[in-house]
């Protein structure tokens, strides 16, 4: 069966560090893969997507994410954060069905906080 | 502006009372969805519909209901059948296979 999984529920780094949150996913065929950022209260923001070529993909806020098919996993990174991007991320992968619209899968979401 | 509407931000519902939805968009998308969201779940998928007059069932469709009278709305209604109505609903609509979300509807029951 498809699924993602996003090992880190939770995770806290401070100002200016590096990020990396975890993305995992089981798919049958070549997958579409997202990243979607929640702010509290919001709806889903896209920060990136794959869908084939370059392995590395480039998003908004100066996030990145690459995408490694042997060990089916699709990571977030992003090299300094900033008390901005406290927020909750999900990792998704579609499509399942065809013609135009798909069906995705999303990850249970990891909570990310800023210490200053 | 394009964009996803949804109304109203906050809905309480009484016990036995049916409440609906409201999505409208103005993207020109086809596509629309309607997702629950539940603390440490992720999204889950109610209903989907790619036309008018055309909708499927996702995995947790029980207990709601929805219609596509018109390409621009799609809006959802939680029946008296749902028990545990109360969580955040999002909607969402498709282009070239990438989902966009409104900012959501927050649930809760009296």
């Known amino acids: 069966a498809q699924s993602v999984t996003q090992p880190d529920i939770h995770i806290t780094v401070s100002e200016g560090a590096s990020l990396e949150l975890r993305c995992n996913y089981s798919y049958g065929a070549t997958p579409y893969l997202f990243w979607y950022v929640q702010s509290p209260g919001q709806g889903l923001q896209l920060l990136l997507k794959y869908f084939s070529g370059d392995t590395l993909v480039q998003g908004i806020k100066g996030f990145e994410a690459e995408f490694k098919r042997s060990q089916s996993s699709f990571n977030l990174r992003k090299p300094s954060v900033h008390w901005s991007d406290a927020a909750e991320y999900f990792c998704a992968v579609g499509p399942l069905l065809s013609g135009g619209y798909n069906k995705l899968i999303f990850g249970a979401g990891t909570r990310l906080a800023v210490h200053p | 502006d394009g964009g996803i509407t949804q109304s109203p931000k906050y809905l309480f519902r009484k016990e036995g009372q049916n409440v609906t939805l409201s999505c409208e968009q103005n993207?020109?998308?086809?596509?629309m969805y309607w997702y629950r969201q539940d603390p440490g779940q992720g999204l889950r998928l109610i209903y989907y519909?790619?036309?008018?007059?055309?909708?499927q069932k996702g995995d947790i469709a029980e207990g709601y209901s929805v219609s596509r009278e018109k390409k621009e709305s799609f809006p959802l209604t939680v029946t008296s059948a749902q028990k545990n109505p109360t969580a955040f609903y999002l909607c969402a609509s498709t282009s070239r296979d990438i989902q966009y979300f409104g900012a959501g509807t927050r649930l809760s029951v009296l």
């Open positions: 993207l020109n998308h086809d596509a």
């Open positions: 519909s790619q036309i008018v007059n055309d909708f």
